[in-house]
């Protein structure tokens, strides 16, 4: 393990609108470190009330506006405050992102494109993601992202940001759009890519299930504005999905979760 943290933050405040009448306060007083595991990289799974922040602790570690800067504290990567975005920070959002004037596999290569990788070379390693997250090289690339449905969609965003091989992959609820049957199958898609590419994942998410099976830990956001009550570890997905989450002790760990939500939601914290 580094003696670095991949990601920090210190005492970290997000207040919109600063100094005017319609401030708002999004999360306050945010404190939490992830370590450098080399070769590994670890899972945060983020679940908290609506509102709550949780989006805006994403945006903050990927520098993105209007949730870029902290108004107060560090966000810190890799020990260094960020900036703004980077090639080290790939996103993945609920909506589907692809290019609609794009083929599949012009979407995937992108990130290639604007690296200034060759046209032969960024084909070859998209049709080689495209294949890693479950789609048909011969079928699919040259389809338009309005020829897929919901899962092949989300497919290509993930093969678009994975492609690049980010430190830290951050992800949006990005198969709260899906069925429940595609969503497990995805689960299970996103653990085996995450060990390929040895990223640390930050991943929101409304589902519980989903939180405990995809995290090595799960926070868990107060009642807006959002602050970190607790860092829940958890046993990491080393078996499918649909057979891990009938499991006893993975049931368990669920309904303590949901105990702590509901007294969030109720607002009896406070």
Known sequence: MSATNIVEFRSVTKTYNAGRHDA???VTNVSFEVPDLHGRGEFISILGPSGCGKSTILRMIAGLEPQHPATTGDV?????????????RGMVFQDYTSFDNRTVLDNVAFG??????????????????IG?????VDTDAGKYPHELSGGMRQRVAIARTLILRPRIILMDEPFGALDPHTRMQ???????????VEATVFFVTHSIEESVYLGDRVFILSRSPGTLLHQIEVEPPNRPALEMQ???????????????????????DK
């Open 112 to 129: 290639l494109e604007c690296r200034g990788v060759s046209r032969v070379e960024r084909h070859e390693q998209a049709r080689e993601w």
């Open 132 to 136: 890693k997250v479950g789609l048909n």
């Open 246 to 268: 009938r499991e006893q002790d993975f049931q368990k760990t669920v309904f303590g979760i949901r105990d702590i939500l509901e007294v969030l939601e109720s607002g009896s």
């Open 76 to 88: 810190l990567v890799e020990g260094k405050p960020v900036t703004g975005p980077g090639p080290d």
């Open 24 to 26: 708002f306060t999004a």
């Open 186 to 196: 995805m689960q299970d898609l996103l653990v085996g890519l995450w060990r390929e």
